[in-house]
């Protein structure tokens, strides 16, 4: 339930799949979860980044992720705020800490901003050998699509659907997907996003899930 519990702290994994929907509400509720978090804890780590960038406020994900030493996230912010070169000197910066799975995001997405398209996808399919995450999977989707792989694309928004991460308004606004509108697999997939959305809000509904978290949840 980690979509509909706002701010959720990075001791346990989170998952965006039950709420595809972000509304504001929920975004309000993530950040007043992270200022009191952080009022506990100065250097605990949230979601709330994630949350933000759910919402296309690619600004507030640089505000509050430019301190994180993995790096790809506000990368992948500076990018969708038009500050490559910025975020290639992050990237690269990135690239000299975290774990192997950590470093070939960073590294795929400075190569691809650098030019070196066949490197950068290169790397990117590395990342796909015993990968589990559905939610990483959209990401690399997301990466494969802007830059011209439109079948390895299809192939992950498929899977990451299938396997639980339907964040459908999301996927209908995604800049990075707007290659593959007209095709009609994406069209197909973003259907089935919708569905597994709407099933997921109808049982939180039932389970009475907006009363119990204070929650106004809209379609």
Do not use: C
């Not at 600004?59 to 993995?70: C, F, G, I, M």
Request: no cysteine; hydrophobic share 45%.
């Amino acid at each position: 339930m980690g979509s509909l519990i706002t701010a959720h702290v990075f001791r346990e994994k989170p998952n965006f799949s039950l709420l595809a929907e972000l509304p504001k509400s929920i975004g309000y509720r993530s950040r007043a979860a992270d200022e009191r978090a952080r009022r506990l804890d100065k250097l605990i780590r949230t979601s709330v980044a994630i949350t933000y960038f759910m919402l296309g406020d690619y600004q507030r994900v640089h505000d509050v992720s430019a301190d994180e030493p993995t790096g790809y996230l506000d990368g992948l912010a500076l990018v969708m705020l038009g500050r490559e070169q910025e975020a290639v000197a992050t990237l690269r910066k990135a690239e000299e800490v975290g774990d192997v799975t950590a470093r070939k995001f960073n590294e795929s997405l400075r190569m691809l901003l650098e030019g070196n398209r066949a490197e950068g996808l290169a790397a990117m399919r590395t990342l796909l050998s015993g990968f589990r995450d559905p939610e990483g999977a959209y990401v690399i989707a997301r990466q494969f699509a802007y830059y011209g792989d439109s079948a390895a694309a299809l192939v992950l928004l498929a899977r990451a659907v299938e396997e639980g991460y339907f964040a459908f308004s999301m996927m209908a606004r995604d800049p990075w997907l707007d290659t593959l509108r007209a095709d009609p697999a994406f069209r197909k997939i973003l259907r089935h996003a919708e569905m597994r959305h709407l099933e997921a809000l109808a049982a939180f509904r039932q389970a009475d899930g907006d009363r119990l978290l204070g929650l106004n949840v809209s379609r």
